[in-house]
Each structure stands twice: as structure tokens, then as C-alpha cells.
């Protein structure tokens, strides 16, 4: 199975992406390329150094949301592109796109949905007083962190720990999750019914 994972920064999950299908734990799944909106993205360092195909589309180039995601569409029909993987991607997809790849694009979210949804997921569960936090895979709809969920994992927030202490431990948690939610859509293991994702 072709898989695009889109990216804008750092890159550790497409990083614990490849570092699992290096070891055979996306069940056949073939990273065939990475899009980064940001050409300063060290995530598209991390897939030009092992020759991932990289493309950069930078948003200043296009006149709207919607050119955009026509030529990412265009991009990735071209591929023959059969799953959509969110890796820090920061651009919310438009509908046009979200519906051509209705229940083919996954987002993974550093927090507990439908807690904390947005961009600040770490920042705003540990400034709440929370206890427990966590990791979200879910599937990507219209409405932002909204999706089916797939797969979440908690975290402890412990009295001593600084917000950089749970941002570390968020990180590990989707390291873990995210290749197995990958490797679940690649082996047909997920089915939707309804808000409920049933893992088979």
C-alpha cells in the first residue's frame, strides 16, 4: 500500500514511520512520499537522506486553501496514493480534499480528544491541571480533531514535571502509536461504524 505522509517540521513521527516499515511493522506499507508545506522542514531532510521522494509545496505560491490541495490532490493521484498520514502537517485540509480521501487520511493529536482539540494539545492539558493527557489517532473528517478515534494511549502528569517533561513523553506514546495504527489501516484491521472505529 502507497502511503504520502505530509509534514511541516521536525519530522519524529515520519521518522517513527520509517524506522517501522525498515523493520516490516507496517505490514507491507511503503512510505512513497513525503509533502511538506515548509521547505525548511527537517522532515524532508529526514526523507531525502534514505531517497523517500519529497515534494514542497509552499503556500505562497498558490492564490487559496483550495489551489493548494487541488495540486496535493493532483500530486498524490499521481502516485496512486491509497493513505493520507498527518505527521505535524499545520494546514487544516479543505473539504474538497478531505472528501477525496474520505477514510484514508489519519492524524495523530498529543492529547486525549475530544480534549484539548486545536494546535496547543500539550500546552493546554498541562496548564488545565490535569492529570492524565495522551495520544489520539483518529480518522480525519470536516470538523477539526473530530475524526473516528482509532487507537489513544494516556500519559501521566506528575506534580514535578515541567510542560517540556510531558511534551517528552507525549512524543514516545505517538512513536509507539502511530505505526500501529498505520500498520491496522494497511492490514484492513479498521472498520467504521458510525463515531466507533472496530479494530478486527
Avoid: W
Avoid at 81 to 110: C, Q, W
Avoid at 126 to 152: A, C, N, R, Y
Wanted: proline share 2%; net charge positive.
Amino acid at each position: 500500500m502507497k502511503i504520502a505522509v505530509l509534514v511541516s517540521g521536525n519530522g519524529s513521527n515520519l521518522q517513527a514511520l520509517i524506522d517501522a516499515e525498515k523493520k516490516g511493522n507496517l505490514a507491507g506499507g511503503k512510505i512513497a512520499v513525503v509533502i511538506s508545506d515548509n521547505p525548511d522542514a527537517f522532515a524532508v531532510t529526514r526523507a531525502r537522506k534514505i531517497g523517500i521522494e519529497t515534494i514542497v509545496l509552499k503556500k505562497q505560491d498558490f492564490k487559496s486553501r483550495e489551489d493548494f490541495d487541488t495540486e496535493l490532490i493532483r500530486k498524490l493521484r499521481d502516485r496512486k496514493i491509497e493513505l493520507v498520514v498527518l505527521a505535524g502537517f499545520m494546514r487544516i485540509l479543505t473539504d474538497a480534499f478531505i472528501e477525496e480521501y474520505k477514510n484514508r487520511i489519519l492524524n495523530i493529536h498529543p492529547a486525549l480528544l475530544p480534549s484539548f482539540k486545536g494546535a496547543h494539545g500539550i500546552k493546554d492539558a498541562f496548564k488545565s491541571g490535569t492529570k492524565v493527557t495522551g495520544v489520539t489517532v483518529h480518522f480525519v473528517e470536516k470538523e477539526v480533531d473530530s475524526g473516528p478515534i482509532i487507537l489513544q494511549s494516556s500519559v501521566c502528569i506528575r506534580e514535578e514535571d515541567t510542560e517540556a517533561d510531558l511534551e517528552e513523553k507525549i512524543h514516545k506514546e505517538e512513536h509507539k502509536l502511530y505505526p500501529e495504527a498505520v500498520r491496522l489501516f494497511v492490514e484492513g484491521k479498521l472498520k467504521i461504524e458510525g463515531r466507533k472505529v472496530k479494530i478486527m
